[in-house]
Each structure stands twice: as C-alpha cells, then as structure tokens.
C-alpha cells in the first residue's frame, strides 16, 4: 500500500503562485508515475499532470501547461506542483494519484487540497 498526503492549497488571487506538495509513504518503491488531477464542482475530475518517478519525465495539460511544473523530492518521497499565474478556473480540489510499477491505472489516491482563486 502507498498513502498519499497533500497540502500546499488555500486562497490565492487570480495571477497568484501556489506551490502544492504529496508525500508518498509506504511502498514508495512500488510506484512508477506520481500524477495530479482536480475537480472543480459541477465537474468531472481531470488531469493535471504527471511525472515518471524514477526519470522525472513529466507531461502537463493543455490548460496548465507553462504556468505548473512539477518536480520531485526522492529523498523525502515528495512530489510538488508549483502552480503559476493562477486563473479563475483553476479553482478545485486537486489530488495527488499514483500509480504501481505493474498497473496502467492510478491504485492510490490522496484526500485532495482546496485550491481557491479569487478574482
């Protein structure tokens, strides 16, 4: 099992920073890909980004790609989003998923964030 804990969210003005973090725990060393996904109410849950565990390989959204990056703390089995110039619609709970070396779906999820940006 792996367990996921976030933080990092809260109340931020629109063109605001946040940097979100998810500390991995337990057999970390079973995962290959840490990803984050949101959901804003009324919405389906999307995909934010990811990164490759072991490569640092990371792929983003359309919608937030050159404003969030991702990177990883293998010491501290942690991985961050740095979110950058905030939009409205950026506002949701994010979540922080990961997934085994053996699986294509994400086997782990963390309780979420709130990430709220004010106009």
């Known amino acids: 099992q792996v367990q996921l804990v976030e933080s990092g969210g809260g109340l931020v003005q629109a063109g605001g920073s946040l940097r979100l973090s998810c500390a991995a725990s337990?057999?970390?060393?079973?995962?290959?890909?840490m990803g984050w996904f949101r959901q804003a109410p009324g919405k389906e849950r999307e995909f934010v980004a990811r990164?490759?565990?072991?490569?640092?390989?990371?792929y983003y959204a359309d919608s937030v790609k050159g404003r969030f990056t991702l990177s990883r703390d293998h010491a501290k089995n942690t991985v961050y989003l740095q979110m950058n110039s905030l939009k409205l619609e950026d506002t949701a709970v994010y979540y922080c998923?990961?997934?085994?070396?053996?699986?294509?779906?994400?086997?782990?999820w963390g309780q979420g964030t709130q990430v709220t940006v004010s106009s």
């Open positions: 337990g057999r970390t060393f079973s995962v290959s890909v």
């Open positions: 998923a990961a997934q085994g070396t053996t699986s294509i779906t994400y086997d782990y």
């Open positions: 990164t490759h565990w072991r490569s640092g390989g990371t």
